[in-house]
């Protein structure tokens, strides 16, 4: 067998190296591209998240975005809808099966999506995941959550809202725990929640109830945690209800004007939810 000449020797030398120092390259930043991107599909990369679900965005920007859920009532729905256009605001509405489906608020459904605001799931039937006094205490199993889910998404299919328009999730009774928010998960759609801290979500209280908050304990509840908070409303989903029980006549949803003008003079951006949700997304949250 004829000998190999010293120059191509060296060539060849050079170009296994060269395959080496490129498969060493391939590994370090395509793992790293890897990690990047799965950081970047973990919302709680960025954002505040409790038990698996985001619940406040970018505390260091100056906006926020509002929250509305519905299940049987939606009195305020005429209210909102005006004071939102008026503004100019764009808000998030999550509803359940029982109020897509309801014929008495098919309106207001074709109204809010013209409008552009974001239509989201609730549940279908409203149903309590876990148990209050102990959260871990699972009280439906994931098919039973499926199944459900799946109705709630059927009739918002209705309205022309697909899964991949609507994929973020905000549990009924704001209630849930981590396995929730891993069943939200593989159901493809991200759980959020309202941020804590106001009792902005108390505003369904009826006289009779022992948590019972007026209006204007409500509406200086915000005020108070602006105040308070070193980030103020900086990030926050700020939660109302579309709709109360007849008994609550003192309706919270009647300030919602007032406020947005206040906190505007405070140099609050209201965006929308998606928009909210995006904004912080383009660096990785520190600790």
Same mark, same amino acid.
Request: with cysteine; hydrophobic share 40%.
């Given at each position: ?66 929250? @509305? /859920? %519905? ?5 305020? $729905?005429?209210?909102? &809808?005006?004071?939102?256009? *008026? #503004? ?6 999550? @509803? /359940? %099966? ?5 014929? $008495?608020?098919?309106? &207001?459904?074709?109204?809010? *999506? #013209? ?173």
């Amino acid at each position: 067998m004829p000998e190999i000449p010293e120059s191509n020797k060296n060539r060849l030398k050079r170009a296994v190296l060269w395959i080496v120092i490129i498969l060493l390259l391939w590994l370090v930043f395509g793992c790293a591209s890897k990690e990047s991107e799965k950081a970047s599909q973990d919302p709680c990369a960025f954002f505040e998240c409790q038990h698996g679900a985001v619940v406040r965005a970018d505390t260091a920007e100056k906006s926020l975005t509002l929250v @509305f /859920t %519905g299940d049987e009532f939606a009195d305020g $729905a005429t209210h909102v &809808i005006d004071v939102l256009a *008026k #503004q100019q605001v764009k808000a998030g509405f999550f @509803f /359940t %099966g029982n109020f897509y489906g309801n014929p $008495a608020f098919e309106k &207001i459904i074709h109204q809010l *999506k #013209q409008n552009g605001h974001y239509l989201g799931a609730h549940s279908d039937k409203h149903l309590l995941y876990c148990s209050w006094e102990n959260r871990d205490s699972l009280l439906v199993t994931k098919r039973e959550f499926t199944q459900d889910l799946e109705a709630n998404y059927l009739k918002m299919g209705r309205f022309g809202i697909r899964k991949s328009d609507a994929s973020y999730f905000l549990p009924p009774y704001e209630w849930y725990n981590e396995s929730i928010s891993t069943w939200t998960r593989d159901f493809g759609l991200q759980l959020i929640n309202f941020t804590s801290g106001t009792r902005s979500n108390a505003d369904y209280t009826t006289p009779d109830m022992p948590n019972y908050r007026s209006s204007e304990v409500i509406y200086n509840s915000i005020l108070e945690y602006e105040q308070t908070d070193p980030a103020g409303l900086n990030g926050f989903l700020l939660l109302v209800h579309i709709g109360t029980a007849p008994e609550r006549t003192d309706k919270f949803y009647m300030r919602l004007e007032e406020l947005i003008v206040e906190l505007r003079a405070k140099e609050y951006e209201f965006k929308s939810l998606v928009d909210l949700l995006i904004a912080g997304t383009s660096g990785v949250k520190e600790e």
